[in-house]
């Protein structure tokens, strides 16, 4: 977005007076996990200076009392910047300014350690100097290493993982209440699955007296996480770690879905789903707000029949969430022979790049290094990303004996969900949730609900080989040339094939089959073979560093 000279100048300087407030040394102090009552006074202390991108229903982090506890026991003080907005827009004219805060948390990525070079401290004599928490997360899982290192092995943003998710993100969801009331069993190929549809979009499943309010079908756009392309799975082929982009690996080959012939044969079975008024009519059109909320239906009515998303309360509200439950994935045909798989979304749900970063101009790095190693302290991971284990947070209860409990919602009108984004950092902030976790941790109502339904894929989740059929895109790593590449061609990709989905659907008097050949070569020609090269080049060397 380009901004008049005058309010770039007036931000910048802006940016850059809240910027120099904080570039302060001072000496070291022991890096304690509870707070030290024999600290010194705070003008000891080592001041910093930090900025933090944070969701926007996320609390002062000034109020986190886990937080000022931890500042205590390492000995610093911390002067916040609290970015809920924008950030892409501001940041810009901050790193330009060359005076950036000492730590930065959530507010950087690959691209800009490259484009503002020296602007940033390679973290990676620190953390094999000190950093002792940091240093566990790369040696129980070498690839998170493999995530923060860029392309000639400097580590300027510490990654987070967190093992208590679950590996996949979507979930496919088909309305039992309507099934009960027509009489209907769960659906387990397309062609049953069709039938289903045909049957909720006549047959007034939701019993309100109106046969024209019910959506058989909705998703979201073809190529999110939330949507049909969860079929391909049905075809056998392997998804993993969704990108918006349709990219996979197959028996150790990168390939791309949108120039599949899986994907011809499920736009077929799309087409007539569509023309049948089996799927939802501004499916194309709607944002995904639109989609989230005509699954909260009206009330206790139920608008949406079968669809896909996270989890059953964030789909379909409180209200609703029972009446729908998780669908295994469906076979094509009753006699088809393909393997079955699910997406394996762990890289992406796991782990996460760049929770923070360190400025280059920082006067005491030992000490903003045991701040940043402290964050990744076991228990005060899990209070980073659920909220403080103490009387005043009341994020989390520790059960004395080694293990802990998130706890419910202070505020009785809050659902967990939203609890945890406006009582902690949650997913935005810096953290090692070790794999021990699992066994040492109860989640929250609507987490325990997540596992529970997500399990319904554990079989299929099972079949993932992160060496042969797993697309490691957080991982791999490539020159700018190749960046400027691919960023290139996947724009003249995507305006071919967005659109051609989205004809090939909602328009009946398109030949699919016939059209299909000629679509793979343009999407080829204009970037997609040169993309799919540089992509097995970057897949194979991340494979060569495990």
């Known amino acids: 977005m380009k901004m008049t000279q005058l309010f770039t100048t007036a931000l910048a300087g802006c940016l850059i007076t809240v910027a120099l407030a904080g570039c302060a040394g001072g000496g070291n102090n022991d890096n304690n996990s509870s707070k030290n009552?024999?600290?010194?006074?705070?003008?000891?202390?080592?001041?910093?200076?930090?900025?933090?991108?944070?969701?926007?229903?996320?609390?002062?982090?000034?109020?986190?009392?886990?937080?000022n506890d931890l500042q205590d026991s390492v000995g610093v003080e911390i002067e916040w910047q609290q970015i809920s907005a924008d950030w892409d827009q501001k940041k810009s004219v901050l790193f330009a300014s060359g005076e950036i805060p000492d730590l930065l948390f959530n507010a950087t990525t690959d691209a800009d350690y490259v484009q503002y070079q020296g602007l940033f401290e390679d973290l990676s004599p620190l953390i094999n100097e000190s950093a002792t928490n940091i240093s566990q997360m790369f040696n129980d899982h070498p690839e998170a290493k493999v995530l923060a290192e860029t392309i000639d092995g400097k580590?300027?943003?510490?990654?987070?993982?967190?093992?208590?998710?679950?590996?996949?993100?979507?979930?496919?969801?088909?309305?039992?209440?309507?099934?009960?009331?027509?009489?209907?069993?769960?659906?387990?190929?397309?062609?049953?699955?069709?039938?289903?549809?045909?049957?909720?979009?006549?047959?007034?499943?939701?019993?309100?007296?109106?046969?024209?309010?019910?959506?058989?079908?909705?998703?979201?756009?073809?190529?999110?996480?939330?949507s049909p392309r969860l079929?391909?799975?049905?075809?056998?082929?392997?998804l993993s770690n969704y990108t918006q982009n349709g990219y996979f690996v197959e028996d150790g080959i990168v390939k791309n879905f949108l120039i599949d012939d899986r994907f011809k044969t499920l736009m077929i079975y799309l087409q007539k789903l569509y023309k049948e008024g089996l799927i939802n009519q501004e499916v194309i059109t709607q944002d995904y707000s639109k989609y989230q909320s005509l699954a909260r239906g009206d009330g206790n009515i139920a608008k949406v029949g079968f669809t896909w998303g996270w989890e059953s309360g964030d789909r379909f509200g409180n209200e609703l969430r029972s009446q729908y439950v998780a669908l295994p994935q469906l076979k094509q045909h009753s006699d088809?022979?393909?393997?079955?798989?699910?997406?394996?979304?762990?890289?992406?749900?796991?782990?996460?790049?760049?929770a923070v970063a360190m400025s280059s101009k920082t006067k005491n790095k030992e000490a903003a290094m045991k701040f940043i190693d402290a964050m990744y302290d076991e228990k005060t991971s899990i209070e980073v990303l659920f909220g403080g284990m103490n009387d005043t947070d009341k994020?989390?209860?520790?059960?004395?004996?080694?293990?802990?409990?998130?706890?419910?919602?202070?505020?009785?009108?809050?659902?967990?969900?939203?609890w945890k984004w406006t009582n902690s950092l949650a997913d935005m902030g810096a953290f090692y949730i070790r794999d021990e976790m699992k066994q040492k941790l109860t989640l929250g109502e609507d987490m325990q609900r997540v596992v529970?339904?997500?399990?319904?894929?554990?079989?299929?989740?099972?079949?993932?080989?992160?060496?042969?059929?797993?697309?490691?895109?957080?991982?791999?790593?490539?020159?700018?040339?190749?960046?400027?590449?691919?960023?290139?061609?996947?724009?003249?990709?995507?305006?071919?094939?967005?659109?051609?989905?989205?004809?090939?659907?909602?328009?009946a008097s398109k030949d699919i089959e016939a059209e299909w050949n000629d679509y793979v070569k343009q999407v080829n020609n204009v970037g997609m073979k040169q993309n799919l090269e540089i992509r097995q080049k970057a897949y194979e060397a991340y494979l060569a560093q495990l």
């Open 155 to 226: 580590i300027y943003g510490v990654p987070r993982y967190r093992s208590v998710w679950p590996d996949t993100s979507p979930t496919m969801f088909i309305n039992k209440t309507w099934l009960d009331n027509l009489g209907l069993e769960l659906p387990t190929t397309w062609d049953e699955l069709e039938d289903v549809l045909i049957a909720f979009r006549d047959g007034d499943p939701n019993q309100n007296g109106d046969t024209t309010d019910e959506i058989p079908m909705d998703f979201d756009k073809i190529t999110s996480s939330y």
């Open 336 to 354: 088809s022979t393909h393997e079955l798989y699910w997406s394996y979304d762990h890289y992406q749900i796991g782990y996460s790049g760049n």
């Open 452 to 507: 529970e339904e997500k399990s319904t894929y554990d079989q299929l989740l099972a079949k993932a080989d992160v060496r042969i059929n797993v697309y490691p895109q957080g991982f791999m790593k490539y020159s700018q040339e190749d960046i400027n590449i691919l960023a290139m061609n996947q724009a003249n990709i995507n305006h071919i094939t967005d659109q051609s989905w989205a004809i090939w659907m909602t328009d």
């Open 37 to 67: 009552t024999n600290q010194s006074a705070s003008s000891e202390k080592v001041k910093l200076t930090a900025l933090v991108v944070k969701h926007s229903l996320t609390k002062d982090v000034n109020t986190m009392q886990w937080l």
């Open 395 to 418: 994020g989390i209860k520790d059960n004395g004996d080694g293990t802990y409990q998130v706890l419910p919602p202070a505020d009785a009108q809050l659902d967990p969900g939203t």
């Open 231 to 238: 079929l391909l799975g049905s075809l056998g082929l392997p």
